[in-house]
């Protein structure tokens, strides 16, 4: 299965936070799961970050090359299926990640209940 990464998933993957529950680790971890990193998940933390909202620690940037995650940039095909996307949830970086998902043929793996409204291309952890 391909694994899409919610923004928070990823944070809390890098820092090795409790908040990651074991079904999300196993699920990353498993060499047959190959995961992506939206460049919209990149572009919500940094824009909180320069808003003062998020906190990074230094070596941000070194940790995420570290990893084996494969990088996923927003296309004219994403943007098109958001706007045929149920109002669920109204945050647009989530909103995003819902709509590449479903272009791609991945599944997004959040923590986050009210994104499973929106089916099989959701999977909520935890």
Known sequence: M???LDTHLLLWW????????AEA???IRA?????????????E???KESLGKLRLPPDFEEKLAAESFESLPVTAAHAHRVASLPWHHRDP??????AQA??????LLTADKTLGAYGESVRVAG
């Open 2 to 4: 391909k694994l899409l």
């Open 14 to 21: 890098l820092a090795d936070s409790p908040s990651l529950c």
């Open 25 to 27: 680790r196993e699920s």
């Open 31 to 43: 060499p047959e799961n190959p995961v992506f990193v939206s460049a919209a998940s990149l572009w």
């Open 45 to 47: 933390i940094r824009l």
């Open 93 to 98: 970086f989530d909103r995003m990640l819902v």
């Open 102 to 107: 479903q272009v791609e043929g991945f599944t």
